[in-house]
Structure formats: structure tokens, C-alpha cells
């Protein structure tokens, strides 16, 4: 069976304990148990204190799989991870891109909205954004994923018919600090204008790699990687990081 890792601090905390325990005894032999007692206090005061400082914060709960499009390394494409090893260089100036961050799950590191509560107006009506915990809200309907990394931020939240979302109609800016209407960030064709909704019919092709919106009954979309990955503009990876066939390697 395994046991889950104490936390370092902990452990730390104990060694510390054991240590200092006959240290803490031989002052009780000379002196009162109450002056040993305050020594010991003392020490875990202070180990209390450098424990919760050095604790590492949690990661931010994953967004739940079940309503959005889900991230399958497939096919030819290999992942913007595996260019890593031998091209920090280009692997970090991509990571702290907007290509990088251009689409996100919709965690509280990725969402640069307002959330605190606010009401905000809509293409068509006025739309409730609150932030739970960690989790963040439309009308009660939880945001999926974020667009947008630049000047502006666009949210999608689940349409219910499987792995596919749609476009929450208002989108925040940056520089503005403040909610436009949909409409007024977007430029639309004068008729069919609802097509801009879905994920799936066009915005993944750009917004995403490797995207299959694999659009059946039950809508089950998969891509490689949100935003604009490594192969996004270098296209599918797997012959050139392959050890059999990369011309690179010996
Ligand atoms: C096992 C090591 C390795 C991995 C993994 C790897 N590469 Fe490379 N790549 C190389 C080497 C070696 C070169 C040749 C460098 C040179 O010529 O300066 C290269 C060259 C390139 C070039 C330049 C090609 C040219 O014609 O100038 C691109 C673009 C590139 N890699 C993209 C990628 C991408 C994208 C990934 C991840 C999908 C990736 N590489 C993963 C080793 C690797
Ligand atoms: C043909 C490719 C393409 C398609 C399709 C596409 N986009 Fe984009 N999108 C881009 C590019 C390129 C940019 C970057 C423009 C810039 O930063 O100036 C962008 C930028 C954005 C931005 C915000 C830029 C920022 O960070 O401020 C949002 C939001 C966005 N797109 C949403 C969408 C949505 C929603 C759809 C589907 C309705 C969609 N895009 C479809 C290529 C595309
Ligand atoms: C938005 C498109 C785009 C993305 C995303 C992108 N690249 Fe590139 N990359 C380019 C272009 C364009 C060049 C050619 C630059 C030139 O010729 O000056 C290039 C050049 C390179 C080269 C050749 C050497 C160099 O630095 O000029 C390597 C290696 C490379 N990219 C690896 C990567 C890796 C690894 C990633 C992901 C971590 C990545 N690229 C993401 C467009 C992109």
C-alpha cells in the first residue's frame, strides 16, 4: 500500500521536535516542568510559523472534464512538452506568450474578468458573473474556458450536448477594466449571426491544436493543446522528436 508523502515542513517540524526533546527534558530536571514547558511551547510556535510559511500553495482544482472539449495528445501531433528537452530557449519565450495563454481552462490564474458579482449586459439580455471559490459563474452555469490573452477576454460555458461549449456574450477588456456587449467586440456576418456560439464550428480550428470537433449525437470534442501551441505553426512533431526517424538524432 502506499502512503501518500508527508509535507516537507512537517517533517521538518518532527526532526526539529526529536531533537530538541532531551533538550527539553535536562532544563525539566534542573529547573520547574512549567519553565520546560514554555521552551517547548516557544519552539512550536515557531515551527508552526516557518511551516505555514514554507507550505506550497495548491495547485488550482482542474476544471471538471465532463462538459468541455477535452485535451488527447493524438495522431502525428506530439505536444508542445516534448519540444522541451531540446529547445528550452524557444519552448520558454513560447510559454510566456499570448499564443500560449490565448485559450485556457478557466481557472482562477487564467480568468482576468470581473467576477465579483457583478450584473453585466448581454447581446440580449443582462447576464449574473460571480466567482465561488476557485470555480467561476454565468446565470449559475459554470465557465469552461478562456479566449482571449491580449486586450480582451471571451468565456465559454457549457451548451449541454456533450463536450461542447458556447460563447458567453459578453466579453471583458483589459486596458478598460470593464464588461462590453458580445456584439461589440466581434465583427458578424448580417445573417446567421448565431454561428459565432460554438466552439466547434469554427473558433477551434485557430484557438486550439490539433482540433477534432468529432461532432455526433453526443458532441465528444477532443484537441492537443489549447491555444497556439509548438505545432500549432510548426505542424505535427512526431517524425522530427521520433528516435527512429529524426534525421537529428544518432
Ligand atoms: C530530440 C531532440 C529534439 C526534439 C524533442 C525536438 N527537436 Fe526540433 N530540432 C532538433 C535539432 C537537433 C534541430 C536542428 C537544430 C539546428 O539545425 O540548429 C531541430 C530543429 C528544429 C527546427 C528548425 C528546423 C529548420 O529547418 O531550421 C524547428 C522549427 C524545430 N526543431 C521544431 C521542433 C518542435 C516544434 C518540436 C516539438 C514538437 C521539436 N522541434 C522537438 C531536435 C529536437
Ligand atoms: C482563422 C483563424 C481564427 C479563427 C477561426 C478565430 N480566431 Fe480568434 N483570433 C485569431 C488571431 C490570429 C487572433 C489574434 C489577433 C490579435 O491578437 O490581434 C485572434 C484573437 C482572438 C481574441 C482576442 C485577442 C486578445 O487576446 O485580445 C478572441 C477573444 C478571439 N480571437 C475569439 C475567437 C472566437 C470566439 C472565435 C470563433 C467565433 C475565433 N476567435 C475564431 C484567429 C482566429
Ligand atoms: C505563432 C507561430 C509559432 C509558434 C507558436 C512557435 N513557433 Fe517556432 N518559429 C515560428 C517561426 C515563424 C519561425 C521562424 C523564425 C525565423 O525564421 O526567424 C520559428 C522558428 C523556430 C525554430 C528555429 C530556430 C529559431 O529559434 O529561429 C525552432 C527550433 C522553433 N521555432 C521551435 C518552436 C517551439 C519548440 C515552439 C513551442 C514551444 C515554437 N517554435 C512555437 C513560429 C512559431
Not at 510556535?45 to 511551516?51: G, Q, R
Not at 440580449?124 to 459563474?137: N, Q, V
Not at 486550439?208 to 505553426?233: K, V, Y
Request: hydrophobic letters at 35%; aromatic letters at 8%.
Amino acid at each position: 500500500m502506499n502512503l501518500p508523502a508527508p509535507p516537507t515542513p512537517v517533517l521538518v517540524a518532527c526532526l526539529l521536535g526529536l531533537g530538541l526533546l532531551p533538550f527539553a527534558l535536562r532544563l525539566a530536571r534542573g529547573r520547574s516542568v512549567g519553565f520546560a514547558a514554555l521552551v517547548f511551547c516557544g519552539w512550536a510556535a515557531i515551527a508552526a510559523t516557518v511551516a505555514r510559511a514554507t507550505a506550497p500553495t495548491p495547485a488550482d482544482p482542474p476544471v471538471p472534464a465532463g462538459e468541455r472539449p477535452l485535451e488527447v495528445v493524438a495522431d502525428e501531433y506530439v505536444s508542445s512538452r516534448s519540444c522541451l528537452p531540446c529547445h528550452p530557449r524557444e519552448y520558454d519565450t513560447w510559454r510566456s506568450s499570448y499564443h500560449r495563454t490565448m485559450t485556457q481552462l478557466a481557472t482562477p490564474a487564467a480568468v482576468r474578468g470581473d467576477f465579483d458579482d457583478r450584473l453585466v449586459r448581454g447581446d440580449y439580455e443582462m447576464h449574473r458573473m460571480e466567482r465561488r471559490g476557485d470555480a467561476f459563474y454565468v446565470d449559475g452555469e459554470r465557465v469552461q474556458m478562456t479566449t482571449g490573452s491580449h486586450h480582451m477576454q471571451a468565456y465559454w460555458v457549457s451548451d449541454h450536448t456533450g463536450r461542447s461549449v458556447s460563447l458567453v456574450q459578453a466579453v471583458y477588456l483589459f486596458d478598460e477594466q470593464r464588461w462590453i456587449r458580445r456584439r461589440d467586440a466581434f465583427l458578424q456576418p448580417p445573417v446567421g449571426h448565431r454561428r459565432i456560439d460554438h466552439w466547434n464550428t469554427s473558433c477551434i480550428q485557430c484557438h486550439s491544436t490539433h482540433s477534432r470537433p468529432r461532432l455526433a449525437a453526443n458532441i465528444d470534442t477532443q484537441i492537443n493543446e489549447f491555444g497556439i501551441a509548438c505545432e500549432a505553426c510548426h505542424g505535427p512533431g512526431q517524425d522530427h522528436v521520433s528516435p527512429a526517424s529524426s534525421k537529428y538524432l544518432a
